[in-house]
């Protein structure tokens, strides 16, 4: 195999470990149910294949695997809303980081909703199109265009999602792992990204902006949280 050959082949074998790394982590990152807790058997034999090639994608995994198989659903409910609903720098929802509960965000929300629609990916009434879990799934399970557009989005996002894990970091969190790991699938943090970052980190999300009507519908506009 030559050396073009060999180059080829292990962008494929990223493509396709990132693609796992994206759908296992959509799911770590929704609200826990009775049906993630029974199908942690089967996440954890998905990550496996991982093996040490990927072993800095696989063991953050592991590490989240380890923690829900180790509690109660009761348990891991209100470890949820602790984590993720009660800390703003600990959203979900990627354009909250961004443009906190303000008018720009509507417009914002907007977009993720249009790039869904253009792959044919429909979300459930109740879905917001960017919470986290949503757009590595509509990533993970799409056609290539598709995973291109969640790629997008996620860069686009990119200063929210390192804060996400950062927060999640500093809090001990075991859901960190997974963010940890899609932070591994993106490029590495250079120049502007870089500085965004750490304004966001220092600043947190902005203020709500008061007496101002979104531009999107009300239910485009929620409070942070989990996806439930």
């Not at 917001?128 to 757009?135: G, N, T």
């Not at 200063?159 to 996400?164: F, I, N």
């Not at 894990?165 to 990204?193: E, F, H, I, K, N």
């Amino acid at each position: 195999m030559n050396r073009v050959a060999r180059r080829q082949a292990a962008q494929r074998a990223a493509t396709r470990d990132h693609a796992v790394v994206h759908r296992v982590a959509a799911l770590l990152l929704d609200y826990p149910t009775a049906d993630l807790l029974e199908s942690l058997p089967r996440l954890r034999a998905v990550v496996r294949v991982l093996g040490d090639r990927s072993a800095h994608l696989r063991v953050p995994l592991e590490g989240v695997l380890d923690h829900l198989e180790q509690h109660a659903l009761t348990e891991l409910e209100a470890e949820y809303v602790r984590t993720f609903d009660l800390a703003r720098r600990r959203s979900l929802y990627l354009t909250y980081y961004a443009y906190g509960d303000t008018r720009k965000r509507g417009v914002a929300l907007v977009e993720f909703k249009q790039a869904f629609s253009a792959a044919g990916f429909e979300l459930a009434a109740d879905e917001l199109p960017d919470h986290l879990a949503v757009v590595l799934e509509f990533g993970a399970t799409g056609d290539a265009a598709a995973q291109e557009s969640a790629l997008r989005l996620l860069l686009a996002h990119r200063a929210g999602l390192e804060v996400l894990r950062l927060a999640l970091q500093d809090a001990g969190s075991p859901y960190a792992g997974a963010v940890v790991a899609v932070c591994a699938t993106l490029p590495p943090l250079a120049g502007p990204d870089r500085e965004a970052v750490a304004r966001l980190a220092a600043q947190g999300p902005p203020g709500e902006e008061v007496g101002l009507e979104p531009f999107a519908p009300p239910s485009y506009m929620p409070t942070t949280g989990a996806r439930r």
